[in-house]
């Protein structure tokens, strides 16, 4: 079995948490600007949704980009980070239909949504940025 000899970037780890952070943050201004505070619940609900998000983003991040020596594990890092970064708001979508009428009722499903797919695109993007990166895999041959 092949052993990884690359790493995850930690000063990429480190950038990612901030740009997820950071969006979280611009999406709940834009929506708390937008007048969902004014609405009652409404920012209760944005709160609730960039929470949730926010916390089911970081660790699907860092757990994707957790260190492992071997490839499978790698790949099982990703498909473990894409779950919970999928997961989390859907099981919070699930109680707020079950158990919470009050922050339905405010709109908490739909800054859900909204929420879900702007951290999601900056992820994305981040991935995708990552593998232009100098120096990431410069003058390597794939090894079998």
Not at 36 to 56: K, R
Request: glycine content about 14%; aromatic content about 8%.
């Amino acid at each position: 079995m092949n052993r990884s000899t690359q790493a995850p970037n930690r000063a990429w780890t480190l950038v990612g948490v901030v740009a997820l952070v950071a969006t979280a943050g611009v999406v709940a201004g834009a929506a708390l600007g937008s007048g969902a505070a004014q609405e009652p619940g409404g920012g209760t609900a944005v709160g609730f949704a960039a929470a949730v998000c926010l916390a089911g983003s970081l660790g699907g991040w860092l757990l994707a980009r957790w260190p492992a020596a071997m490839p499978a594990r790698r790949v099982a890092q990703g498909l473990a980070g894409t779950a919970v970064r999928l997961f989390v708001p859907l099981f919070a979508l699930a109680w707020l239909q079950a158990a919470a009428p009050g922050l339905r009722g405010a709109g908490a499903g739909k800054w859900l949504l909204i929420f879900y797919l702007a951290l999601l695109a900056v992820d994305i993007f981040l991935t995708i940025i990552e593998g232009f990166l100098p120096g990431k895999n410069a003058g390597e041959i794939p090894k079998n």
